[in-house]
T-cell receptor, first 115, second 114 residues
């Protein structure tokens, strides 16, 4: 069980470039989410998915796209990178439902710098 | 809208001291989940506890304990006899009933000095 994996671990982009942050989980979790972490602001939800083919916006979705074609993968696309998107990005997954065992498992994070 | 406030941005203690991290939340949901996560200097997020809004019993796990008070919308975290390895950023978070999309507080950086 690899849990939640994210690639790359580090990335530097120039303003205007596009790229995709990869996220995969092998726990057959229905829920997957993307967060960004900025200093002093905790984590903020960008997009989330409750199952394959279903996505929705979180608190800070502008400038990002997602898709969920399989249960395992939930890539995050930056369409035209801006310096304001410099952040650490975390992907998370969890089971559906209200069970007390629905812990959110987080990936190790991707540190993105936009110049 | 949901909101989580961790008023203490930074706390410094000497090893073996007890320390309490405060968390105050706002939500209109009648059912919700509260979480604490630890982020050590290595950067990963480590799950510590989840509490359902219907369960107001305090929780103790080793040196860690949590005090959930619905009347004051607080979910405070106490570390007893702190250790240097407890040095980290601690996040309180709030999740809705129907899903697991979390609203995080700004975090409290805890520094435990030897």
């Amino acid at each position: 069980n690899a849990g939640v994996t994210q690639t790359p671990k580090f990335q530097v982009l120039k303003t205007g470039q596009s790229m995709t942050l990869q996220c995969a989980q092998d726990m057959n979790h229905e829920y997957m989410s993307w967060y960004r972490q900025d200093p002093g602001m905790g984590l903020r939800l960008i997009h989330y998915s409750v199952g394959a083919g279903i996505t929705d916006q979180g608190e800070v979705p502008n400038g990002y796209n997602v898709s969920r074609s399989t249960t395992e993968d939930f890539p995050l696309r930056l369409l035209s990178a801006a310096p304001s998107q410099t952040s650490v990005y975390f992907c998370a997954s969890s089971r559906n439902g209200d069970s007390s065992y629905n812990e959110q498992f987080f990936g190790p994070g991707t540190r993105l710098t936009v110049l | 809208a949901q909101k989580v406030t961790q008023a203490q941005t930074e706390i410094s203690v000497v090893e073996k001291e007890d320390v309490t991290l405060d968390c105050v939340y706002e939500t209109r949901d009648t059912t919700y989940y509260l979480f604490w996560y630890k982020q050590p200097p290595s950067g990963e997020l480590v799950f510590l506890i989840r509490r359902n809004s219907f369960d107001e019993q305090n929780e103790i796990s080793g040196r860690y304990s949590w005090n959930f008070q619905k009347s004051t919308s607080s979910f405070n975290f106490t570390i007893t006899a702190s250790q240097v390895v407890d040095s980290a950023v601690y996040f309180c978070a709030l999740g809705p009933n129907a899903g697991n999309m979390l609203t995080f507080g700004g975090g409290t950086r805890l520094m435990v000095k030897p």
